[in-house]
């Protein structure tokens, strides 16, 4: 089963996240603590990193610059006022999502699952694809 890893560090946006990302087939699991993060994909690494960056927190920037760092090839979906940046391992691309509404938040989470969608697939075309080289 694929997991899908949220790190926010409001409790509600992460249950919000959590439940909106949940489908069959992929287990969504989520914390608000970044050391616990770092832990969880050490073991069992996952296939997607949600990063929730909308409300100030010290922590939570400078975790998304250590993953980066730590796991380069890891795609990544950062939520930050106003916009989605999504990296999906190699290319990075933002999508804008502005607004205080619950109509622009319905968005923001639209484009999060359609985001999700897209790296998910990415990744399965990656695993699936026939190696090519020099026979």
């Known amino acids: 089963m694929r997991r899908v890893l949220i790190v926010s560090p409001h409790t509600p946006s992460r249950e919000l996240l959590r439940r909106m990302l949940e489908e069959p087939g992929l287990s969504v699991s989520a914390t608000g603590d970044t050391d616990d993060a770092f832990a969880a994909i050490s073991s069992t690494p996952p296939v997607l990193v949600v990063v929730d960056l909308?409300?100030?927190?010290?922590?939570?920037?400078?975790?998304?610059?250590?993953?980066?760092?730590?796991?380069?090839?890891?795609?990544?979906?950062?939520?930050?006022?106003g916009r989605l940046r999504i990296f999906d391992g190699r290319h990075e691309r933002v999508r804008e999502a502005h607004g205080e509404t619950t109509e622009a938040l319905q968005h923001l989470l639209g484009a999060l699952k359609q985001a999700m969608h897209d790296v998910l697939a990415q990744e399965l075309l990656r695993v699936l694809r026939t190696p090519m080289g020099q026979a």
Do not use: N, S
Request: net charge positive; hydrophobic share 45%; charged share 30%.
């Open 54 to 81: 909308r409300r100030p927190d010290e922590d939570h920037p400078l975790f998304l610059g250590l993953l980066r760092k730590r796991h380069p090839a890891l795609p990544v979906i950062a939520l930050v006022p």
